[in-house]
């Protein structure tokens, strides 16, 4: 099979050595060999999860970095690389297609496996979601056997979020999966999915109580919901103990490097947008307890937009990845500039096609295609431009090569 | 609060009944049906009623509609190719019964040549070349003019229910009001999906915009979920507060008035053929004629097959048929039998979007189905209430299973996973197959919307095999057995 070494690299040291890899397959792929990580206090920049671009100092967007899941110290999670086998050869045929056959029950008993051995994050999620089922079904007995619409309501809400939070962990542990025939990339994209789902289930609620707002605007008081302090409150509590969980993430605007980013912000926004519904509805019920007239309203309409203005910014970034836009961190001077010196190369005449798109952030993979002067030699100019291309963070790239 | 929808739905027994025995019902219906064509058809043969061949038109297209749409939720639900075909053989009835002439032209395609289609001026060029440009926007502009009448339809039904819920004071009539307000969203949404995928590419968005259909259809999805959920609920409030009596008739003739109307939107969404639309085409028809003829050697076999995606011209009874050649489902042909892939190739055609807003029509027209045979059963017997909450969720439950398919279809888009259709093993094998190719390492087939298609791999040859000839095979093979047009191949030399 095909082997190749390059002796010298035209850019000067880039820090990764593109030697021979066992995996032979990638021979235009910056791999690291097996086993080696880079950054030796954290056991998440393996092969498969990994920010490479932090490990070349000429990056434009390099940082000094500390993923924000950091919180201690020496933490090292060998269980998540343990749990899958080595990185071996995609398999077309055989498992590709099997894959789309497997029941609903085999998924099913798969997800509770990986929960039990997963890492914190998937525990830390799965405990979250039993807790809110276990809260909801108390609350819908509740609220059938005494007849009150309200707790039913309630939990209703509850249980459409603990769906969307089950599709959330469900991605989490399927994500790790290796790439096989059908789904040739992998499944990160489940994560960026998650998000996005939560983040639309999100808008729907912001829309939804904005419309409860103006229909109590219209009705009149006596046919107002007095909403039950005790359920808001629990629900409160249960709220902020999930965004305790997910404290990392709890911010609107993040930098998102890994596809995991994503899934998790998502998750502690939802969870952080119920807890402001929960603590909107106290505060209405006790400014209406003080007779402060359409409190209600007033509540509804700061919670609907509080809502609606947390959740914007992940929506527009995971549309993004998923509407196969140019990876988001790398501003487009910088793809220019690029282009630029590929243009320059003695044999090249023109680029055409270029088109770049990220997989997951963190993973970007683009397409080029590059006319070349005479009968020169391809390898070269290919080196190159897979070498400029790296620089960015492009990994996957295919450069095809035409003769004028 | 009082009961603000005092029609509730309900199943009868008899609706098991029908499922149960489908395999007897089915062709039960379809033969009274027919024979209710039959005596319309002798009734009406003479040209001189023009009027009447309109309402007979009408009528006729009303009754395949209702037929196809029992059969759009029997094929969504159990999955079944006899329901497909009969499907199939019903949509192809219609434009037969026009007397239309059918013009095939067979025009051979010019992308045969591989080294005129490699090169494209710019760095970043459009994702389609201009002759699919041509037809996309034609599609495109078709689909919107259907989806713009629907909403406009929509939103007169509307008005007219919120004026009548008032002056009649009934909470029931402006409650399915709403209910109208969520379509309007619907196509909305779908609407906008359309318009947006026809913008040019910019440097942000190197693809286009095409998957902005794709987005736009799984919010629709998520609508119609949303709804289902919302009315589950508010069928357990009902039941919670047992809101006394409930107006049977009332509850009847609402939903049957919104069966028609669902009725009437299925019809201009589900077909091409529209009355409205003989104006809008003949200034089309000359730009298009010289475009559109662009298809393989196997078309031959489609020409009696209209997909959804085709225009109708009626044009002094001459009609010309086109077909999109960028339909994946080609390659299929030589594998399958004949009947098999002419209903795969079916089913998959109609515009996403399109698909989706009809699928929110179809589970609208199955929820007033059960509203209206519940307010039957109610107006007959007044005390069985509690049926009420079962046959709510159990409509729901169907109209979920109807989106299932396309959320399935949806879902593998956006995961970038191998089309259907395409066997990557057998690509794989055969491009190893070709002189000088020695390996094929990191195949990526994924499709950017449902039938446009790309491809990259790695390609390693020989020392001395000749790298353009190489490529100009590798692509000519792809785009020959595969029809796939957008590769990318890096050739790498074995050294």
């Known amino acids: ?404 | 609060m009082t009961d603000s929808r005092p029609y509730n739905m309900s199943l009868p027994i008899v609706y098991g009944g029908i499922v149960n025995c489908n395999f007897v019902i089915k062709p039960w219906i379809c033969q009274l049906l027919s024979k209710i064509l039959v005596v319309l058809n002798e009734k009406y043969d003479r040209d001189a009623f023009l009027g009447c061949k309109c309402v007979e038109e009408l009528v006729k297209m009303g009754i395949l509609q209702l037929k196809m749409l029992i059969y759009s939720v029997f094929e969504a639900l159990f999955e079944e190719p006899q329901c497909e075909l009969k499907r199939i053989q019903m949509e192809d009835q219609a434009p037969s019964s026009s007397q239309l002439v059918e013009v095939n032209i067979d025009v051979p395609s010019t992308v045969a040549t591989v080294s005129g289609s490699k090169v494209c001026g710019g760095a970043i060029c459009d994702f389609s070349d201009s002759k699919t440009n041509i037809k996309d926007a034609t599609e495109r502009s078709s689909s919107m003019q259907k989806l713009l009448l629907a909403v406009l339809l929509c939103i007169i039904f509307m008005a007219v229910e919120v004026i009548g819920g008032i002056k009649a004071n009934s909470l029931a009539i402006l409650t399915d009001a709403a209910h109208l307000l969520s379509d309007v969203a619907a196509f909305a949404i779908s609407l906008f999906s359309l318009w947006a995928s026809g913008w040019e590419a910019t440097p942000r968005q190197s693809y286009g915009f095409f998957r902005i259909e794709i987005l736009g259809a799984l919010v629709s999805i998520q609508l119609i979920w949303l709804l289902a959920g919302i009315l589950v609920y508010e069928a357990i409030l009902r039941i919670i507060n047992d809101s006394g009596e409930v107006n049977g008739w009332l509850m009847f003739t609402v939903s049957a008035f919104g069966l028609v109307v669902n009725i009437i939107m299925a019809m201009m969404l589900g077909h091409e053929h529209g009355h409205a639309h003989h104006g809008g085409h003949d200034d089309h028809e000359h730009s298009d004629h010289g475009n559109s003829h662009d298809h393989d050697h196997d078309e031959n076999h489609h020409n009696h097959h209209h997909e959804h995606t085709e225009e109708h011209f009626h044009f002094h009874g001459v009609s010309v048929t086109t077909h999109n050649p960028l339909s994946s489902e080609d390659p299929k042909e030589p594998l399958l039998n004949h009947s098999e892939a002419k209903s795969v190739s079916k089913a998959t055609k109609r515009n996403i979007n399109v698909h989706s807003a009809y699928l929110h029509v179809l589970g609208d027209s199955i929820q007033s189905v059960g509203v209206m045979v519940g307010g039957a059963i109610i107006w007959y017997k007044p005390e069985w209430k509690i049926i009420d909450l079962i046959c709510t969720l159990i409509f729901s439950v169907i109209v979920l299973a109807t989106t299932i398919k396309m959320l399935r279809n949806i879902l593998e888009v956006l995961m970038e996973s191998t089309p259907r259709e395409i066997d990557a093993t057998r690509l794989e094998r055969g491009l190893c197959d070709l002189d000088g190719v020695v390996a094929i390492h990191e195949l990526h087939i994924w499709a950017i919307t449902v039938g446009k298609v790309l491809l990259a791999c790695h390609v390693t040859i020989t020392p001395e095999a000749n790298a353009e000839y190489l490529l100009d095979s590798v692509i000519g093979y792809i785009k020959r057995e595969y029809n796939i047009s957008h590769v990318t191949i890096q050739i790498e030399r074995q050294q």
């Not at chain 1, 070494?5 to 021979?27: K, L, R, Y």
């Not at chain 1, 990580?37 to 000429?58: A, E, K, L, V």
């Not at chain 1, 799965?126 to 056997?145: F, H, K, Q, R």
Request: charged share 20%; with cysteine.
């Open chain 1, 1 to 404: 099979m095909a082997d190749f070494t390059v002796s010298s690299e035209p850019n000067g040291g880039t820090g990764s050595s593109f030697t021979s890899a066992p995996a032979t397959q990638d021979s235009f792929k910056h791999r690291l060999p097996d086993g080696e990580t880079q950054r030796p206090w954290s056991g998440r920049y393996g092969i498969d999860s990994g920010d490479r671009r932090f490990s070349f100092s000429r990056n434009q967007s390099f940082k000094p970095h500390l993923l924000r899941n950091d919180s201690c110290i020496g933490i090292n999670h060998p269980e998540e690389e343990e749990l899958w086998e080595g990185h071996g050869k995609k398999e077309f045929g055989g498992t590709g297609n099997g894959v789309r056959n497997r029941s609903v029950l085999y998924q099913m008993a798969s997800v509770l496996l990986a929960v039990r051995s997963g890492n914190r994050q998937v525990r830390r999620l799965a405990l979250m979601i039993s807790l809110n089922v276990a809260y909801s079904t108390v609350e819908l007995m509740i609220g059938l056997l005494t007849g009150r619409v309200g707790l039913v309501s309630d939990s209703f809400h509850l249980t459409f979020g603990c769906g969307l939070l089950t599709f959330s962990l469900f991605a989490m542990t399927a994500a790790h999966k290796k790439p096989d025939g059908i789904y040739t990339y992998g499944y990160k994209r489940l994560e960026v999915l998650a998000a996005f789902t939560n983040a639309l289930f999100l808008l729907f609620m912001s829309f939804s109580l904005a419309v409860e707002a103006l229909h109590a605007f219209i009705q009149d008081e006596s046919e107002h919901k007095h909403y039950l302090i005790v359920s808001a409150v629990t629900n409160l509590l249960v709220n902020l103990l999930g965004v305790w969980f997910f404290r990392n993430y709890a911010r609107v605007n993040i930098a998102y490097r890994k596809a995991e980013d994503m899934n998790c912000h998502s998750i502690c926004l939802h969870v952080l947008a119920d807890s402001i519904r929960s603590a909107g509805l106290v505060l209405a019920s006790w400014l209406l307890s003080l007779g402060i007239e359409n409190a209600e309203v007033l509540c509804l309409g700061l919670v609907s937009a509080a809502v609606f203005v947390v959740i914007l910014p992940l929506f527009r970034a995971t549309g993004g990845v998923l509407l196969q836009q140019v990876p988001a961190n790398v501003p487009t001077s910088a793809f220019n500039k690029c282009l630029r010196q590929v243009t320059a190369l003695e044999d090249v005449s023109e680029v055409t096609r270029s088109r770049f798109w990220e997989l997951v952030p963190g993973r970007a993979v683009g397409s080029l295609s590059i006319l070349v002067k005479g009968g020169g030699n391809d390898h070269s100019v290919l080196h190159y431009v897979h070498e400029l291309y790296h620089d960015l963070g492009i990994q996957d790239l295919t450069v095809q090569t035409d003769h004028v």
